[in-house]
């Protein structure tokens, strides 16, 4: 079962079923954001921006670092459900996992990259 968290809490509501497109196989329960959830999350991220901001470019690649870091080790529990939600076999589902994480660690050790992905972005 998947929820969404907004601001630390779990938030309940209505319910669909996640299909895979390419077989029309019904996976599994999310819960739907309504305009409120949605109203929330902004105003949480707003909210968690002002603190973000005020790091320097190091410590945001630190924490970066320490997603990529889980993303890797959670990488087998993570890429079947994306290649099953997707449609997509389960080797591109690890190459697009393994995009991200590279990303992640060459913004982690490129300030450069960091500056312009914040500029450009």
């Known amino acids: 079962m998947f929820y969404n968290i907004i601001n630390s809490e779990h938030r309940a509501g209505d319910r669909a079923t996640v299909t ?22 902004v105003k949480a991220a707003r909210v968690s921006f002002e603190s973000w901001k005020l790091l320097s470019v190091e410590t945001r690649q630190r924490y970066l670092h320490k997603l990529a870091d889980e993303l890797e080790r959670q990488r087998d529990e993570i890429h079947t459900p994306l290649a099953a939600e997707t449609g997509k076999s389960v080797t591109k589902s690890v190459c697009y996992m393994g995009i991200g994480t590279i990303a992640k660690r060459h913004l982690r050790t490129s300030s450069q990259t960091w500056r312009l992905m914040i500029i450009h972005c």
């Open 20 to 41: 895979n497109p390419r077989t029309n196989e019904a996976l599994w329960e999310v819960t739907v954001a309504n305009e409120t959830d949605l109203n929330d999350a």
